[in-house]
T-cell receptor
Framework: SQQGEEDPQALSIQEGENATMNCSYK?????LQWYRQNSGRGLVHLIL???NEREKHSGRLRVTLDTSKKSSSLLITASRAADTASYFC???????????????WGLGTSLAVNP | DAGVIQSPRHEVTEMGQEVTLRCKPI?????LFWYRQTMMRGLELLIY????????DSGMPEDRFSAKMPNASFSTLKIQPSEPRDSAVYFC????????????FGQGTRLTVV
């Protein structure tokens, strides 16, 4: 079952603009991750944020986590055409899931960065 | 490390045939996940293993699907008999703490059942 829900489903911007994607989830989590998938390729891990963290940066990526709202956002600054991809959030199975170590995935946001 | 290796990259088969997908996880990782991705249903977890033991197979769609992990460096996902609705991209991923750390994905196997 899907826990994470990203919005928007699709986003089209111009090179140099910022792109913001959001993810909502349902249960109490230990961590949330963001992944990127280029067309026809496997998913690549971008960043992991733990439930006791509120913000994390990695290069042009900024991730925030609001556990009270059960939501996260991924901001890509100064976007490039090469950022064109689908972006997925994933959470662990939740603090009530015992020792289950699966990831639960959203349906993704398709980002198009136009040159 | 070469990363997670899946084979074949593409598979076209006729309905009713047996299909076997293969995966070699990253050395030292003790979790292995099999996923299926379609446009309609997104990324679905089929099954995952910890230390070669199947832990959660609740996502396996039906008895036609089976998965094995005979050792720490190899896993298979078998579909017998295959049906057109099994057409999808199948991914294998591995990690060293399951959902608590990043997962490393293979390039996937694109399966087409005609």
């Amino acid at each position: 079952s899907q826990q994470g829900e990203e919005d928007p489903q699709a986003l089209s911007i111009q090179e140099g603009e910022n792109a913001t994607m959001n993810c909502s989830y349902k249960t109490s989590i230990n961590n949330l991750q963001w992944y990127r998938q280029n067309s026809g390729r496997g998913l690549v891990h971008l960043i992991l944020i733990r439930s006791n963290e509120r913000e994390k940066h990695s290069g042009r990526l900024r991730v925030t986590l609001d556990t009270s709202k059960k939501s996260s956002s991924l901001l890509i600054t100064a976007s490039r055409a090469a950022d064109t991809a689908s972006y997925f959030c994933a959470t662990d199975a939740g603090k009530d899931a015992g020792n289950n170590r699966k990831l639960i995935w959203g349906l993704g946001t398709s980002l198009a960065v136009n040159p | 490390d070469a990363g997670v290796i899946q084979s074949p990259r593409h598979e076209v088969t006729e309905m009713g045939q047996e299909v076997t997908l293969r995966c070699k996880p990253i050395s030292g990782h003790d979790y292995l996940f099999w996923y299926r991705q379609t446009m309609m249903r997104g990324l679905e977890l089929l099954i995952y293993f910890n230390n070669n033991v199947p832990i959660d197979d609740s996502g396996m769609p039906e008895d036609r699907f089976s998965a094995k992990m005979p050792n720490a460096s190899f896993s298979t996902l078998k579909i017998q008999p295959s049906e057109p609705r099994d057409s999808a991209v199948y991914f294998c991923a591995s990690s060293n703490r399951g959902g608590f750390t990043e997962a490393f994905f293979g390039q996937g196997t694109r399966l087409t059942v005609v």
